[in-house]
T-cell receptor, first 114, second 116 residues
Framework: DTAVSQTPKYLVTQMGNDKSIKCEQN?????MYWYKQDSKKFLKIMFS???????INETVPNRFSPKSPDKAHLNLHINSLELGDSAVYFC?????????????FGDGTRLSIL | AQKVTQAQTEISVVEKEDVTLDCVYE???????LFWYKQPPSGELVFLIR??????QNEISGRYSWNFQKSTSSFNFTITASQVVDSAVYFC?????????????FGKGTKLSVIP
């Protein structure tokens, strides 16, 4: 009965490859997010989707492309991986109509680029 | 623009000591929401507490307590009688209450080490 689940938990790959991270939430929330946590633990928003519509698109290289097939899923595809992409990526969800409610986070995907 | 400052990068305490983690925020909104999250060594982000800008009541939950003061734009977190299991990185976060505002702005986190 995991609320927000991400796969894979670990991703080790070589520079130049293309990879995807999947996220699913079973909380019935209408908004989903991708955050990046760097090596210094700083958490920064990358993207947000509300009802499958992109609403936040921070300054992120266009090698990163989010896709939301439905309200319960938000996947992150990364092309031409670079060393600087190594980080932990967190998916989160919340109910936008209840803005005071916390965002619920997945366990993170640790991406390591060799 | 919103900003959250956690000035303490790392804190070490001996078990059973009390410890306070500071959080100072900046926002122009009159309605906003403050959160604390815990990130233990296992890496997940665990929600601890939420506070609305119009509710300045302090809150206590077991050994945890939170002191929200609008006058100083602070939302500090105190752990009483700390335990080794409290060792983690703690994040303070802010969300605007305005329409169309979705993201959380996080502080840089405070790493707490509780030494047995």
């Amino acid at each position: 009965d995991t609320a927000v689940s991400q796969t894979p938990k670990y991703l080790v790959t070589q520079m130049g490859n293309d990879k995807s991270i999947k996220c699913e939430q079973n909380l019935g929330h209408d908004t989903m997010y991708w955050y990046k946590q760097d090596s210094k633990k700083f958490l920064k928003i990358m993207f947000s989707y509300n009802n499958k519509e992109l609403i936040i698109n921070e300054t992120v290289p266009n090698r990163f492309s989010p896709k939301s097939p439905d309200k319960a899923h938000l996947n992150l595809h990364i092309n031409s991986l670079e060393l600087g992409d190594s980080a932990v990526y967190f998916c989160a969800s919340s109910q936008d109509t209840a803005r005071y409610q916390p965002q619920h986070f997945g366990d993170g995907t640790r991406l390591s680029i060799l | 623009a919103q900003k959250v400052t956690q000035a303490q990068t790392e804190i070490s305490v001996v078990e059973k000591e009390d410890v306070t983690l500071d959080c100072v925020y900046e926002t122009r909104d009159t309605t906003y929401y403050l959160f604390w999250y815990k990130q233990p060594p296992s890496g997940e982000l665990v929600f601890l507490i939420r506070r609305n800008s119009f509710d300045e009541q302090n809150e206590i939950s077991g050994r945890y307590s939170w002191n929200f003061q609008k006058s100083t734009s602070s939302f500090n977190f105190t752990i009483t009688a700390s335990q080794v299991v409290d060792s983690a990185v703690y994040f303070c976060a802010l969300r605007s209450g305005g329409a169309g505002s979705y993201q959380l702005t996080f502080g840089k986190g405070t790493k707490l080490s509780v030494i047995p």
